[in-house]
């Protein structure tokens, strides 16, 4: 199993350990969706921006992409991985719930456009990876399991 495919079962794996402790210590919707947050955000846009910059060509073939874009891939890494430092920053700092859905928003619309880039893919480039293949289906069930927990904190 390469170091890529270690990765992606971890940021997996923090999500499902921040819903978890969200229903084992989350006692209010805000606490709840301050735990799916922070282990949603800091392990998928920080573990997918140290992938970018230090197993790019890597990440690359898995999805299909092949060679080339490097520097681009690097300027996408460091973005993912300002996403996560400022997640970082928001709960060291207190900011709050607003914070939180914004960062979680943003990670989500992201996720949410590289879904559809990978559908394309998929469809008009024949790429049948299946690490290509599943960012749309993920996408859709972390969707369905971060939404209701944001929604509910910024309903109550």
């Not at 890529?4 to 919707?29: C, D, K, Y």
């Not at 999805?63 to 997640?87: D, E, F, K, T």
């Not at 700092?93 to 989500?108: D, E, F, H």
């Amino acid at each position: 199993m390469s170091i890529n495919s270690i990765l992606e079962i971890v940021r997996w794996a923090g999500v499902g350990l921040g819903v978890f402790l969200a229903n084992l210590w989350g006692g209010t919707p805000q606490a709840q969706f301050s735990l799916v947050c922070f282990w949603t955000v800091a392990p998928v846009a920080g573990l997918t921006g140290i992938e970018s910059l230090f197993l790019g060509q890597r990440a690359a073939e898995q999805s299909g992409y092949g060679a080339g874009g490097a520097a681009y891939q690097r300027q996408s890494g460091l973005n993912n991985l300002a996403l996560a430092l400022a997640c970082l920053l928001a709960y060291a700092l207190g900011w709050g719930l607003m914070a939180q859905a914004a960062l979680m928003s943003t990670l989500l619309i992201f996720l949410c456009l590289s879904a559809a880039n990978h559908a394309y893919s998929a469809f008009k480039e024949n790429n049948l990876r299946p690490k290509n293949l599943l960012r749309p289906l993920l996408t859709a069930l972390l969707l369905a399991v971060t939404l209701p927990y944001m929604i509910a904190a910024l309903a109550a």
